[in-house]
């Protein structure tokens, strides 16, 4: 690390780290008045604290984050922009003329991050505050009324290109369709009506209890990461509170189903799950699933979770091991309209081992021939650090237990090998470029490069050893991230193996933490951490793996977006860029005609394979479906949409890695070897046999 990162790197981050939560409101709703609106006795205020740490964070993050960024007018806009979509993200809290009223302040933010002054912040919050009070009112009033079903119309559910609500009139339209949106999904549940009613209303104090429990602290993050965001989305202000909870508890938090959570607007959303944990085996349980309720055991009721804090989610989902907890969860791919699916999970402590890789053996057939073919799936690349700096014998890393695993396929005399890193978020890059060298004779794996422009090449250490000189392939999906995207991208550029699946991530940045109390040192009181991107990583041929990550030479049907899913989702993000290659010497068994041809076999069967066949069709009337997000309000006309959600939701959960059977402990079943087919998984194999066919 260069000097001046001495003392501001105590954590380096490389996975695909959870952004961490904002705090602050949630993000739908709406106002009444259009009068302004003045201040009151009970506004939040920013403390002196505050006012230093502001400046302080903006020196920090001007002067070392990656991105060499300059506080200016163009910076203060977007972060206006940033702020307002956290307070009022779904534009139903301000009236028009609210926001005209705030525009006085999208070219004085830069200044103000400068000089400690933190006006604008607290003033759009208050009057944010009041409006909600006002609208909470109608809220109350509009759900005694009987919701009736019967008129033809509709409602847009996504609200991103709305304007905000010019009258009140108008505001109070938009609201009664919400409510009205929301309670005909509870009827559909097949919830009574004096159960909606009940649900409504809890929903609301859930939502007033949040509302009223913020604190100037939560405020201070609002705005701070609205600025933080705005260099890129791994970038981020902790408050002391939630600082704590990031390195102490989050961890922790959900030892019972092996999931990791954070406040998004009225849901609580799953931000990992943690491989070997209930949540991961059940493979029912996903990254980026909101939470809409809990119950306990098989009969108990669920508790409605919506706009709830985290830590409260925590304790309803935490349980001692071996009893059942239900989830209400909305899936990030759900349609519009279609309804939160339930599962059921068993709580148990999870265990180091079941995050550890794990192989099989699969039988594809290419060509009337039969191809024995070795798996060895890494959920992520891990590494008992502290084992390894005491030198300890075996001590636990990704490495050596597929190494363990290669050898034990070769015994078994395996055609080829895949190794699957899907939904792998990352971990080690210690791991990804030892595991790299266990399948070439040596040379680089992976640049990393500083914010001053100064390069280090990181290479394979293990003196030329190659355990696997066999045919290979890699499995990927957009979720796989950061050291994974650095494994595959070595096999790719070297032409070792063949990458399959789909566009990776493109998580290409390092973070690391920075406690801001060494920089305030007179502070009594914590004053919080920033998350800071630092570095970014380039691949041995010079490309980044930032923003793009890695593009597969066979590429599978895919449910997930770039425009949706991954770092080219964000606006923020660093982009793609390219430095000088690193010299390294290829394979000679992997060239264009060779890929032209693998293509070539997998367009063949995608036009004749049954199965691939109506994968592809159902992704294609899924992508679709999804971009429609107007639902009728009609309950007839609702119900069709309902089941035809239902259809087309089920159909794309095929997009999965499917998992053996397991029963309520976690364990296989007896039915385990017969488990459901991997299309995607099996069509890997495909391809790898090709290529086998193709080098004989």
Do not use: C
């Amino acid at each position: 690390m260069k000097k001046y990162l001495v003392t501001l790197v105590p954590v380096l981050m490389l996975s695909l780290q959870p952004d961490l939560p904002s705090n602050g409101a949630p993000g739908n709703g709406s106002a009444l008045r259009s009068t302004p609106v003045t201040a009151a006795g009970d506004d939040l205020k920013p403390s002196v604290s505050q006012e230093k740490v502001e400046t302080l964070v903006a020196k920090l993050l001007t002067t070392y984050h990656y991105r060499k960024v300059k506080l200016n007018d163009s910076l203060s806009s977007v972060v206006w922009d940033n702020y307002l979509k956290e307070v009022d993200n779904n534009k139903t809290y301000f009236l028009a003329s609210d926001v005209a009223g705030f525009e006085k302040y999208r070219y004085q933010i830069d200044d103000a991050l400068i000089n400690g002054d933190l006006t604008a912040a607290y003033d759009i919050y208050n009057v944010f505050r009041k409006r909600y009070q006002e609208r909470a009112e109608f809220i109350k009033q509009e759900i005694k009324k009987p919701f009736v079903f019967t008129a033809d119309e509709t409602f847009n559910t996504d609200r991103e290109k709305a304007a905000w609500p010019k009258t009140i009139e108008e505001q109070n339209d938009l609201w009664r369709k919400i409510l009205k949106n929301q309670a005909l999904e509870l009827k559909l549940g097949n919830r009574k009506d004096s159960v909606v009613t009940a649900t409504m209303n809890q929903r609301y104090a859930n939502l007033d209890k949040a509302i009223n429990r913020i604190k100037s602290a939560d405020v201070f993050q609002l705005y701070m990461n609205s600025f933080a965001e705005a260099l890129d989305p791994h970038t981020n202000y902790l408050s002391p509170t939630n600082a704590d909870r990031f390195n102490q508890e989050m961890s922790q938090s959900l030892e019972g189903i092996g999931a990791m959570l954070q406040e998004d607007g009225e849901y609580i959303k799953i931000t990992n799950v943690l491989p070997g944990g209930p949540a991961f085996k059940s493979n029912l349980l996903k990254t980026n699933d909101k939470i809409a309720g809990v119950a306990q055991g098989d009969n108990g009721a669920i508790v409605n979770t919506m706009n709830w804090q985290v830590d409260e989610v925590v304790k309803l989902i935490k349980g001692p091991k071996g009893t059942v907890v239900r989830l209400q969860v909305i899936s990030p791919n759900a349609l519009a309209g279609a309804p939160p699916k339930e599962i059921r999970l068993v709580r148990e402590k999870i265990k180091l081992e079941e995050q550890r890789a794990k192989k099989e053996v699969i039988e594809v057939t290419d060509n009337g021939k039969a191809f024995k073919i070795g798996v060895i799936n890494v959920p992520m690349f891990y590494r008992d650090f502290e084992g390894a700096r005491k030198r300890e014998e075996g001590f636990s890393s990704t490495t050596s237990d597929v190494k363990k695993f290669i050898e034990e396929l070769k015994t078994e005399k395996v055609d080829g090998i895949v190794i699957d890193l899907r939904d792998n978020g990352g971990g080690s890059l210690t791991e990804a470029i030892d595991l790299t060298g266990l399948f070439i004779p040596k040379g680089p794996v992976v640049q990393v490069k500083e914010s001053t422009g100064e390069t280090e090449v990181y290479s394979d250490k293990d003196g030329g050893t190659v355990v696997y000189d066999g045919p290979m392939a890699v499995l990927v999906n957009r979720f796989s991230a950061s050291a994974s995207e650095i494994f595959a991208a070595a096999i790719q550029d070297y032409k070792r193996g063949i990458i399959v699946g789909g566009q990776t991530f493109g998580k290409g940045t390092v973070q690391t933490l920075i406690d801001l109390n060494q920089w305030l040192p007179k502070e009594p009181e914590k004053v919080g951490q920033v998350k800071m991107t630092i570095q970014k990583f380039y691949r041995i041929n010079g490309s980044s793996t930032q923003h793009k990550g890695v593009t597969p030479d066979v590429e599978l049907p895919s449910a997930f977006s770039a425009e949706e899913y991954g770092e080219s989702s964000q606006p923020s993000a660093l982009p793609w860029d390219q430095i000088n290659s690193t010299r390294y010497d290829m394979s000679r068994g992997i060239d264009d005609k060779v890929l032209s041809r693998l293509r070539a076999r997998f367009d063949q069967r995608l036009k004749s394979d049954p199965e691939l066949k109506q994968l592809a069709q159902d992704l294609t009337e899924f992508k679709k479906a999804k971009e429609n997000t107007t639902v009728s309000l009609l309950e007839s006309k609702r119900r069709k949409e309902r089941e035809e959600a239902e259809r087309k939701r089920s159909a794309a959960s095929k997009v999965s890695q499917m998992s053996a059977p397991v029963d309520e402990t976690g364990t296989p079943t007896p039915e385990a070897t017969k488990k459901k087919k991997d299309l995607y998984l099996n069509e890997a194999g495909l391809v790898l046999a090709d290529y086998i066919l193709a080098q004989k």
